[in-house]
């Protein structure tokens, strides 16, 4: 994660609401934009500093910790 600036990983999020582990995110690391997506949606391999992706259950349970990627 080179150049990528603050916080980068969020296990303490783990088993938490995926909406507030999002606003909890963007509160702990302004320079990204924290995206709620449920487990098993395709997504693109690109890597980005300015993202993170919520893993969330079908009840929006965080399921793994979200990292900047």
Do not use: Y
């Amino acid at each position: 994660m080179s150049g990528c600036r603050g916080k980068n990983s969020w296990t303490e999020l783990v088993g938490k609401n995926g909406e507030d582990a999002a606003v909890k995110i963007e509160q702990e690391n302004p320079h990204v934009h924290a995206i709620m997506i449920l487990d098993g949606t395709p997504v693109t391999g690109d890597f980005r500093c300015d993202r993170v992706r919520v893993v969330v259950d079908c009840h929006e349970i965080v399921l793994r910790t979200p990292t900047i990627g």
